[in-house]
């Protein structure tokens, strides 16, 4: 198992912005399904976002819609997760995740025990 190399957490007020960062090996990266989770304290991990990395099709939990944007960029094996008008709700830690290879399904985001790789998490921290 690889792990994924995360950035880009840190402290922000209300409304404000952030963008996550998360770098795989190129075999990891290819072809694959990954994700954004986030996890609080004595609470499940809470799937955010996917992205299939070969068409870029992308998937949202419905908490985050119109305000995260998960994205990739194929020459750095990199995806993104662009945070915008966070909310105190969205502090959490930060996982990436990716499968062992194939396309996301419409479950992918309740199925953190089907990704295979990642990263150490990056805390997340939204002040009113």
């Known amino acids: 198992q690889e792990q994924l190399d995360e950035s880009g957490g840190g402290s922000v007020e209300a409304g404000g912005s952030l963008t996550l960062s998360c770098t795989a090996s190129?075999?990891?990266?290819?072809?694959?399904?990954m994700a954004w989770f986030r996890q609080t304290p004595g609470k499940e991990r809470e799937g955010v976002a996917w992205i299939y990395t070969t068409d870029a099709n992308t998937n949202y939990a419905d908490s985050v819609k119109g305000r995260f944007t998960i994205s990739r960029d194929n020459a750095k094996n990199t995806i993104y997760l662009q945070m915008n008008n966070l909310k105190p709700e969205d502090t959490a830690t930060y996982y990436c995740?990716?499968?062992?290879?194939?396309?996301?399904?419409?479950?992918?985001?309740?199925?953190?025990?089907?990704?295979?790789?990642w990263g150490q998490g990056t805390q997340v921290t939204v002040s009113s």
């Open positions: 190129r075999y990891t990266f290819d072809h694959n399904c």
């Open positions: 995740a990716a499968k062992g290879g194939g396309a996301c399904s419409s479950i992918s985001l309740q199925s953190s025990s089907t990704f295979s790789h």
